[in-house]
């Protein structure tokens, strides 16, 4: 699918759709719709069984991505620039180790890969870096920006892992486009454009996929999970569930943070989808809506609501 060039454009309608009073009575009519009928779904829908924990001493600043690997570190990318972006910490909150300074612009995703490497996207220099657990950098890929990016978030919002090792990076802002690299960084293809239509983008904003190579798409300002093959060709969607921030697969359930559709702020959700059908499984109420982590034993991560807060952890209930 040829990349489509009116990114400035594009720009301009995402800051647009972020204010209700810019709205025209019928846009505003339709998300009012569309939120009260995602809080029926809600309300009827199982209140699962974690509660919030606070972590004394975890980092307060602005944590944009949360991350857990196999020995229960949790990998912390945070957009202080008077400490480092990545900072690695234990379930007690005690910082183990930390990386990155000088590195990012716009700290934005970070994810693990099968084999326990770190990787993190920069939503403003479109930077995507790959380290090992202790931060030795061991790949870096230049996704690139417009030229004169003219707004801080102009680049990469995510990335996952496809079965046969590929990477996949989702790039959102000022883009509207998915693009595919084999695991030393050399890039395959890409798709999307933007629009409302199927495989059209309005912000992606975060990527997974599954084990049978089906990709799932945060399409966050069309409000919808787009479902694609490892080709890029359109299996569905699902756009019942609000204004998508981030997706994290776990076995056979995949959860979004999510917010009301309209501007960013308000308080949201944590919701749990079962991944092949999209039926809702349960859900947690949390002012901590962007990227989202599950754990070894199923307690959720979220991002920290705002500068000075901590991220927020949903432990299982005794």
Known sequence: M?????????????????????????????????????RSLLQ????????????KGWPTGLISWVASDRHGLIYL?????????????????TIVRSWGNGMYSTPHAIRIDPQGHIWTTDAASSMVYEFTPEGKKLLEISVGVLPTPRVAFCGTTDIAFAPNGHLFIADGYRNARILEYTPDGKKIRE?????????QFHLPHSIQIDENGV???????NGRIQRFDLQGNYLGE???????????????????????RGPNGPPGWLIKLDHNSGALLGYLETTGTHGIEVTTDGEVLSASPAAGKAALWYRLRN
């Open 215 to 221: 990709i799932y798409v945060a399409d966050r300002e």
């Open 191 to 199: 798709w999307g454009s933007p629009g409302t239509g199927p495989g």
């Open 2 to 38: 040829k990349r489509m060039s009116f990114c400035f454009f594009w720009a301009a309608v995402v800051v647009s759709a972020q204010t209700l009073d810019r709205l025209t009575p019928e846009e505003r009519t339709k998300l009012e719709s569309q939120n009260t009928a995602l």
């Open 44 to 55: 009827n829908a199982p209140k699962l069984p974690l509660e919030q924990t606070e972590i």
């Open 77 to 93: 990318l945070q957009r202080n620039a008077k400490v480092d972006p990545v900072i690695v910490v234990d379930r007690d909150g």
């Open 238 to 260: 699902w756009s019942q569930y609000g204004k998508t921030f981030g997706l994290k697969l776990d076995k056979d359930a995949i959860w979004l943070s999510s917010i009301p």
